[in-house]
């Protein structure tokens, strides 16, 4: 049996490098509340960005929760049925009515066409993923937003370090959160960000991340606890110096897997959008209804080789038990998302995925796509 290749694994800078961070945090006995390692980091991070305001946090769910609160967000949001979860809960955690809107095929992104439909006088944001690093329809999205007065905050947890146009691409909407999760392309072992416009806006939201103290006596809202430790931090730093070298391999390893599976019937690789970097985040494979094999077939095979995929995002969120009843989850609102869902496979993809463990990938995926 060949050895388990998972979708991911996380990037790790060397063990030796990162003593001397863990020396100065017992030297210096701050282990978190805003310590040096932290505000390092946030600045390094606007620096890497290119961005000019940035609130680290614990989690990007915690940080989801967090936006919504800071921009005072009620009633109804729309947003997109293929995520991850965290992003429609940050909404129930709010009290807020996710309403779900189908994506557009090529990009698994919200559907800017079908947003306007959707908005109703208790609309007052829409929250849209940029799926696998993928920008969403961003000037469309603003100039509706714009048109109807609602606040737009972008899902980031994707989008690390993509840039749009020549910029950042989380300069667009209100606020943007990223994740720094273990699987992610940049990580802090656990940890997100929220990128806001402003310095006003990071005061009211590093309030909210340190239960809403302004100060020793004051405390301003009914904040949470969604900081980041120094470890995190620290660790972050370092991360941050390999960084580079580790999306470029990311970078490779998505072109090896498009040469390896371009002439395989019924697998359909997604483009890179036109207008952006790419930050190689996800390698997402539709199994059309032209190839000879069903993609939960697919799935299970590729399973039993030691191949371990994973079908981001099955199932769509608005089949889960708690937004299966909403009247946008019904299954004619969300067709194009409904496709992807039972179409897709992630395969693996991380920087230590060796260009043997790529073709075996593809090699098996040929091989079982032809034997039927
Ligand atoms: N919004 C979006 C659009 C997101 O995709 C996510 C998270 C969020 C918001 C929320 O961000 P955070 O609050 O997490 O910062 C994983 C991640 O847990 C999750 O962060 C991520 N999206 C989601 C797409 O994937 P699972 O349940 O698939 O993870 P898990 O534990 O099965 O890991 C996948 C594979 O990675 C494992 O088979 C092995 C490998 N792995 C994983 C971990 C955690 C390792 O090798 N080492 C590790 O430490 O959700």
């Not at 769910?61 to 919504?68: G, Q, R």
């Not at 009290?95 to 109703?120: G, R």
């Not at 002439?263 to 209804?289: C, D, K």
Request: with cysteine; proline share 6%.
């Amino acid at each position: 049996m060949n050895k388990p290749i998972f979708v991911t694994q996380p990037h790790l800078s060397p063990l030796k490098d990162f003593i001397p961070y863990l020396e100065q945090i017992w030297e210096n006995k701050i282990l978190t509340n805003n310590g040096p390692f932290h505000q390092k980091l946030e600045s390094a991070l606007c620096e890497y960005l290119g961005v000019e305001h940035l609130a680290l946090f614990t989690n990007a769910t915690i940080a989801l929760v967090t936006s919504l609160q800071a921009l005072r967000i009620t009633g109804e949001v729309i947003t997109t049925p293929y995520s991850f979860v965290a992003t429609a809960h940050s909404l129930l955690w709010n009290n807020l009515k996710p309403v779900f809107v189908d994506i557009d095929p090529e990009t698994f992104n919200l559907d800017p066409e079908k947003i306007e439909a959707a908005i109703t006088p208790q609309t007052s944001a829409i929250l849209p993923v940029h799926c696998y690093g993928n920008p969403c329809a961003v000037e469309r999205i603003q100039h509706i937003a714009d048109t109807y007065g609602l606040k737009v905050i972008y899902d980031a947890a994707h989008a690390f370090g993509v840039q749009y146009k020549g910029e950042s691409l989380l300069k667009h909407g209100d606020l943007s959160v990223l994740s720094f999760h273990a699987t992610k392309v940049f990580n802090t072992f656990e940890g997100g960000a929220i990128i806001c416009p402003d310095a006003k806006t990071k005061q009211r939201i590093d309030y909210l991340k340190n239960f809403g103290f302004a100060n020793e006596v004051t405390v301003t809202a009914p904040g949470i606890n969604g900081k980041m430790s120094e470890i995190n931090a620290a660790f972050g730093l370092l991360q941050l110096k390999h960084v580079d070298g580790a999306i470029a391999r990311r970078c490779e390893i998505q072109t090896r897997y498009r040469e390896g599976l371009s002439n395989v019937r019924g697998i359909i690789i997604p483009e890179n959008s036109i207008n952006a970097t790419n930050n190689a985040s996800y390698f997402p494979i539709l199994v059309g209804i032209d190839c000879s094999i069903s993609r939960d077939e697919l799935y299970d095979a590729l399973k039993s080789a030691g191949i371990n995929g994973r079908r981001y995002f099955y199932p769509l969120i608005s089949d889960m038990p708690m937004y299966k009843n909403l009247p946008s989850a019904d299954k004619l609102n969300l067709q194009n998302a409904r496709e992807a869902s039972s179409q897709v496979i992630c395969l693996p993809i991380y920087p230590q995925l060796t260009d043997e463990d790529v073709l075996r990938v593809c090699e098996t995926i040929q091989k079982l796509t032809a034997s039927r």
